[in-house]
């Protein structure tokens, strides 16, 4: 049977895992399941995986750790599993590099759609960069598409890797509103659903780590009825 992809299941509810790994599969994909977070990383660097669905809540050390761990090494999606709503928790796991969020109880259906939407995008994100610049320069900012770095005022800036990319996706349109619309199909591969407030989010984190005034935004903005701009000329000089 062909497989769509390899994912790593880093979950201690037993019975949540089972039913997970034999859904997957029977949508072709192949899991690799995982009780403990401070087994997890280990077990990502045995294999090459796809995806990894990731619980918050994990035996030996959280799940916020772990994604801070394999961000740290990988660009690999991330789902981050949770029994709770908490906008504290989606912040957090955003701000260490987690690429979606999913509250338990955990819908099927809805959970194969956000993993065939990674990994497409996964594979179309990989496909594009051949195609594309890999360095742009605004003034004092210089971001580095390959290394995933990011320099601002001659010092190195930490950013997660889907903190990242959507810095990179607005420096690509600067001096052109993109809505949310936009921004889910590019980065998610889906449309927005009216309800998703990651990209929100992730623009307050932008702009602290960028030095922006977050009520008077000057480099990455707001515009009312259109969406983000990223203000090419807002960012000094060289």
């Not at 201690?12 to 009780?35: C, F, G, K, N």
């Not at 959280?62 to 801070?68: F, L, S, T």
């Not at 619309?181 to 932008?206: N, P, W």
Request: proline residues 3%; contains cysteine; negative net charge.
């Amino acid at each position: 049977m062909e497989s769509y992809g390899n994912i790593l299941l880093v979950e201690d509810d037993i019975s949540l895992a089972q039913w997970v790994q034999e859904y997957l599969h029977e949508h072709s994909y192949q899991v690799t399941h995982i009780e403990r977070g401070d087994t997890a990383l280990e077990a990502f660097k045995a294999a090459e995986f796809d995806l990894v669905l990731l619980d918050v809540m994990l035996p030996g050390i959280d799940g916020i750790q772990v994604c801070r761990d394999i961000r740290a090494i990988s660009n690999v999606p991330i789902v981050m599993l949770t029994a709770r709503s908490d906008e504290l928790d989606e912040v957090i796991g955003l701000e260490v590099g987690a690429n979606d969020y999913v509250v338990k109880p955990v819908r099927p259906r809805a959970l194969l759609a956000r993993i065939k939407s990674l990994i497409r995008n996964k594979i179309q994100l990989s496909d594009s960069l051949e195609e594309t610049q890999q360095v742009l320069q605004f003034g004092d900012l210089n971001l580095d598409n390959t290394a995933k770095r990011v320099l601002f005022n001659k010092a190195e800036i930490d950013f997660s890797s889907s903190e990242f990319d959507f810095l990179w996706y607005l420096a690509c349109h600067a001096g052109t509103p993109v809505n949310r619309d936009q921004v889910f199909k590019a980065l998610k591969g889906r449309e927005y659903d009216g309800q998703d407030r990651r990209f929100d989010l992730m623009i307050s984190v932008l702009r602290k780590k960028l030095d922006d005034n977050s009520q008077k935004p000057q480099k990455i903005k707001t515009v009312w009825g259109k969406g983000y701009l990223f203000v090419a000329d807002a960012w000094g000089q060289n």
